[in-house]
């Protein structure tokens, strides 16, 4: 018996929602049960109730708005908890199809991912203009630097996870889950595939992207968070050398000027040289202690994962090798 959990976050769908149910498939090969699960992120229209009345079983209700990240992990966890075997993701928009699920899940099916993207192929959709096809670009080519993970649409949110994978996930930032999800797999040595699907037109904005400072901040925000936590030694260890050098080229000054018989007067160089070679200390320091609270990071998410299992009853054997 394959359980399939289609989640979909939502927040004001109550327009959309009803064309994006219709459109999900009712059977699929090799699954033998397909649920629907709505996550309303404190929707101030009726998409709760609309849910409901268009059949679907499971709707749970975030009293207040929560952002896009938190609600996909609310889904993933009541995915869980109905005994997903496979989660699909997709937007309450309508912007994905519900006949690429079948595509989507396959590389799950056949264990060849624990991570399946919906590519919407942003360099050739008509859909995306061409400021977005750029930031799209720049998008999972900073992800891919990151991850070293080559998906061409970073951003999707269309996706199938796998059970275990979805064990594993630790969605933390409030915004959206997308790049986080791909950052993490790559560090737990997950296999993410991209597969291509094709997209509806938009029915209304975008909600997430409300202007493009405020999308490109987020993410970057995003981003930098992941590096400085799955990184940590590289990024503060560079930042730390680099003030270090900068420090002692005034000390050299400094030296010359001090050999030649004239150091008095160069007192400011060596200040600063100083000064700047204790914040490459500091920084250095900052790593070592980073990395430390890294490696207790993973020993929480290792124990968050088995009590996860504890409290859901899993008792197969995990998949994986622990990355400790
Ligand atoms: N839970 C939650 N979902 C959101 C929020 N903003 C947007 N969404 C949902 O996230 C999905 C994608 O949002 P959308 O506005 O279509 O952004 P797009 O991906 O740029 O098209 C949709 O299902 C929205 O309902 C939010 O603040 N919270
Ligand atoms: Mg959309």
Redesign the pocket.
Known sequence: MTRLVIQ??????ALTLPATLADLPRSLPGITDIRVLV?D?GSRDDTASVARAHGVEHVVR?TH????G???RTGLDQALKLGADIIVN????G?YRGADIASLIAPLQTGSADIVIGDRQPARNPEFNLLKRGLQWLGSHAVRTLSGIDTPDA?S?FRAISREAALRLNILSQFSYTVEMIIQAAHRQMRVVSVPVSTNP?R??????RNLPHFVGRQLVTMLRMYAMYRPTRLFFFSGGLFALLGLLPILRFLLYYLAGDGAGHIQSLLLGGVLTTVGFLLFVAGILADLIAMNRQILELTLEKVRRVELQDTETPSHHDDL
């Open positions: 979909i976050p939502c927040l004001d769908e996550v992120d975030h708005n929560q952002g896009l938190r609600a996909f997709l937007d309450g928009d912007q951003v949110g938009a209304r904005p975008s909600r997430l992207f």
